[in-house]
């Protein structure tokens, strides 16, 4: 077996949570502290992790960023090696990325190349954020590379698939949480109370108008509703509600335009249902924006190099990455790394196809090794 799928199984046993990745970046610390030190540096950020190869003859940075948060999901795959934090699960293929950022830094560790490389563990991917105030940290400041990227595995496309595209990738995306407070009391006395499950209702049921009739439909956006929180019994009339969600757009004036209609919506549902409503809209990510000419080149060079690669043009994703504040500060790209499986990604179920770790492994391997050398 690969050594890195190990690696990624005793990850896939530690999920934790954003900024809470204690064990995690002790496992990758141990790990690091392993490889021949005489090449390489470390440094730590909060939960995070950054290591420097030492270039040969450096005239710049490339660096390679892997995600480490786990998800608040019940596992429910079939593995041996599932994990062993209860309601915690690795549904986001972190556990890979990380594997994966480690199979490189290992291989380049032992034959560093001229330039420095730069491996980026960075912690709360799903949230609340670990990439923009990594990208404000001192640590990162001081070894801030020229170039970046990372991956994402794509349950969608087979083992041997990368896809990616030149400009817009991922979506601009902010959480949605709002909560509603009226009047509770008994079932059987409607008129004397304020209901807050209806008026949560009739609040989710108005949101999914803003995409249909306020959004250019060339224009795409999506608006959704995870989780709603109401009452305490059946017979029990509730007195507040949250509505909890996401926003995903692909142009920021879109997003200007969702945000105002909920604010309308909000208002709405104040007056007509008497309550009082507060929005919060959490964490938001900009887009991930591939540079041009460094896609194309990667995408040139996939395909000269490693006829074996199906290498696709994808579509736009509406799902986010704090990725895009690095991108929107260093030149770089991120693409889809095809892991074949029926589930998808934040599923209960998702069961990635580890071959997937070598193929990226091989791939990137090469690549680093031609961007840092120079004849
Ligand atoms: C790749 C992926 O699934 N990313 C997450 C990013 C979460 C952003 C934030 N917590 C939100 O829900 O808006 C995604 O859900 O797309």
Same mark, same amino acid.
């Given at each position: 077996?690969?050594?890195?799928?190990?690696?990624?199984?005793?990850?896939?046993?530690?999920?934790?949570?954003?900024?809470?990745?204690?064990?995690?970046?002790?496992?990758?610390?141990?790990?690091?502290?392993?490889?021949?030190?005489?090449?390489?540096?470390?440094?730590?950020?909060?939960?995070?992790?950054?290591?420097?190869?030492?270039?040969?003859?450096?005239?710049?940075?490339?660096?390679?960023?892997?995600?480490?948060?786990?998800?608040?999901?019940?596992?429910?795959?079939?593995?041996?090696?599932?994990?062993?934090?209860?309601?915690?699960?690795?549904?986001?293929?972190?556990?890979?990325?990380?594997?994966? *950022?480690?199979?490189?830094?290992? $291989?380049?560790? @032992?034959?560093? &190349?001229?330039?420095?490389?730069? /491996?980026?563990? +960075?912690?709360?991917?799903?949230?609340?954020?670990?990439?923009?105030?990594?990208?404000?940290?001192?640590?990162?400041?001081?070894?801030?590379?020229?170039?970046?990227?990372?991956?994402?595995?794509?349950?969608?496309?087979?083992?041997?698939?990368?896809?990616?595209?030149?400009?817009?990738?991922?979506?601009?995306?902010?959480?949605?949480?709002?909560?509603?407070?009226?009047?509770? *009391?008994?079932?059987?006395?409607? $008129?004397?109370? @304020?209901?807050? &499950?209806?008026?949560?209702?009739? /609040?989710?049921? +108005?949101?999914?108008?803003?995409?249909?009739?306020?959004?250019?439909?060339?224009?795409?956006?999506?608006?959704?509703?995870?989780?709603?929180?109401?009452?305490?019994?059946?017979?029990?009339?509730?007195?507040?509600?949250?509505?909890?969600?996401?926003?995903?757009?692909?142009?920021?004036?879109?997003?200007?335009?969702?945000?105002?209609?909920?604010?309308?919506?909000?208002?709405?549902?104040?007056?007509?249902?008497?309550?009082?409503?507060?929005?919060?809209?959490?964490?938001?990510?900009?887009?991930?924006?591939?540079?041009?000419?460094?896609?194309?080149?990667?995408?040139?060079?996939?395909?000269?190099?490693?006829?074996?690669?199906?290498?696709?043009?994808?579509?736009?994703?509406?799902?986010?990455?704090?990725?895009?504040?690095?991108?929107?500060?260093?030149?770089?790209?991120?693409?889809?790394?095809?892991?074949?499986?029926?589930?998808?990604?934040?599923?209960?179920?998702?069961?990635?196809?580890?071959?997937?770790?070598?193929?990226?492994?091989?791939?990137?391997?090469?690549?680093?090794?031609?961007?840092?050398?120079?004849?």
């Amino acid at each position: 077996m690969n050594p890195f799928v190990q690696i990624r199984r005793e990850l896939h046993q530690i999920p934790e949570l954003g900024f809470e990745e204690h064990k995690t970046q002790a496992y990758l610390l141990s790990y690091i502290q392993g490889l021949p030190q005489e090449n390489i540096e470390i440094q730590t950020w909060r939960t995070g992790i950054l290591v420097r190869v030492k270039g040969r003859n450096p005239q710049k940075t490339i660096a390679y960023r892997a995600d480490m948060d786990g998800l608040p999901i019940e596992e429910e795959t079939s593995y041996s090696f599932a994990s062993k934090h209860p309601g915690m699960m690795h549904a986001c293929g972190h556990d890979l990325h990380m594997a994966i *950022g480690l199979g490189l830094l290992t $291989h380049f560790a @032992h034959s560093p &190349v001229d330039d420095h490389l730069l /491996f980026i563990f +960075q912690p709360a991917e799903e949230g609340p954020g670990g990439a923009q105030p990594m990208l404000e940290s001192e640590e990162l400041c001081a070894w801030k590379p020229d170039m970046i990227l990372a991956l994402h595995i794509a349950p969608q496309y087979p083992v041997g698939t990368i896809a990616t595209r030149e400009a817009v990738f991922f979506a601009n995306t902010s959480e949605l949480f709002v909560d509603f407070k009226g009047k509770g *009391g008994h079932a059987a006395y409607p $008129h004397l109370t @304020h209901d807050m &499950v209806v008026a949560a209702s009739h /609040f989710v049921t +108005q949101l999914q108008s803003i995409v249909a009739r306020n959004i250019n439909p060339l224009d795409s956006a999506v608006v959704t509703v995870g989780k709603i929180e109401s009452g305490t019994k059946q017979n029990i009339i509730a007195e507040k509600a949250r509505v909890e969600g996401t926003i995903r757009t692909l142009s920021m004036e879109s997003m200007a335009v969702v945000k105002e209609r909920i604010e309308a919506l909000v208002k709405g549902i104040e007056t007509g249902f008497q309550c009082e409503a507060e929005i919060d809209y959490g964490c938001n990510y900009c887009q991930v924006y591939n540079d041009v000419p460094l896609t194309r080149e990667f995408m040139d060079y996939v395909e000269k190099n490693h006829a074996k690669i199906q290498l696709l043009t994808c579509p736009e994703t509406m799902a986010g990455e704090d990725f895009g504040y690095f991108l929107r500060d260093i030149p770089g790209f991120m693409f889809w790394l095809g892991v074949d499986t029926p589930y998808g990604l934040h599923h209960s179920k998702l069961e990635p196809q580890e071959e997937a770790i070598e193929s990226a492994l091989q791939v990137m391997t090469n690549y680093l090794e031609w961007k840092g050398t120079r004849e």
